[in-house]
């Protein structure tokens, strides 16, 4: 299975980001865009490992916000995202993700953590819009919950299905 660990979006949240990649269409930006129901915040990319590891989410102990507050390009990747706004609580999340993976010996991508959503693929930004221009809906969601994904390609790329959540390990 390709696995990664990710924060699902709520439903409010989540038709944020399906306005904002709306006002992104109609200003001329074109590209791959991601399924609404394929948006999340990744917070370890594992790749392929061949057992569900929902037993090694950390469980949120104290719920925090996260706001959306600008978009940006990863030139590298050819990813246009839509970012939030500094967290010190998401940024301890993700490492305390990595923490549990490294110490199963469960190898992931390594790369540092950049807290962002993926809206498209591919994008193409005409020369005449100006991403700090285009208005990112100031919508915040609380973080509870680690849901582990699986990644299975399509034929029109690739699908998401969350497989568990760190919810399943709470002691309550």
Same mark, same amino acid.
């Given at each position: 299975?390709?696995?990664?660990?990710?924060?699902?979006?709520?439903?409010?949240?989540?038709?944020?980001?399906?306005?904002?990649?709306?006002?992104?269409?109609?200003?001329?930006?074109?590209?791959?865009? +991601?399924?609404?129901?394929?948006? !999340?915040? #990744? /917070? &370890?990319?594992?790749?392929?490992? %061949? @057992?569900?590891?929902?037993?090694?989410?950390?469980?949120?102990?104290?719920?925090?916000?996260?706001?959306?507050?600008?978009?940006?390009?990863?030139?590298?990747?050819?990813?246009?995202?839509?970012?939030?706004?500094?967290?010190?609580?998401?940024?301890?999340?993700?490492?305390?993700?990595?923490?549990?993976?490294?110490?199963?010996?469960?190898?992931?991508? +390594?790369?540092?953590?950049?807290? !962002?959503? #993926? /809206? &498209?693929?591919?994008?193409?930004? %005409? @020369?005449?819009?100006?991403?700090?221009?285009?208005?990112?809906?100031?919508?915040?969601?609380?973080?509870?919950?680690?849901?582990?994904?699986?990644?299975?390609?399509?034929?029109?790329?690739?699908?998401?299905?969350?497989?568990?959540?760190?919810?399943?390990?709470?002691?309550?």
């Amino acid at each position: 299975m390709r696995l990664f660990t990710a924060i699902q979006p709520l439903p409010g949240f989540r038709a944020a980001l399906e306005d904002l990649q709306q006002r992104l269409r109609e200003a001329g930006v074109t590209g791959k865009y +991601r399924e609404p129901d394929g948006l !999340h915040l #990744t /917070l &370890a990319f594992i790749g392929e490992w %061949p @057992e569900d590891i929902t037993e090694l989410l950390p469980v949120v102990q104290k719920p925090f916000c996260v706001t959306l507050s600008h978009l940006g390009i990863f030139p590298e990747a050819n990813v246009l995202w839509a970012g939030v706004e500094p967290c010190e609580e998401l940024d301890l999340l993700a490492k305390q993700v990595r923490h549990c993976l490294a110490d199963a010996g469960i190898p992931f991508d +390594r790369k540092s953590f950049s807290p !962002h959503i #993926t /809206l &498209a693929r591919k994008p193409f930004v %005409p @020369e005449k819009v100006i991403l700090s221009e285009i208005q990112v809906p100031r919508v915040s969601m609380i973080v509870d919950d680690v849901s582990l994904y699986r990644s299975d390609r399509g034929k029109d790329g690739m699908v998401y299905t969350v497989i568990g959540s760190s919810s399943e390990n709470a002691e309550w």
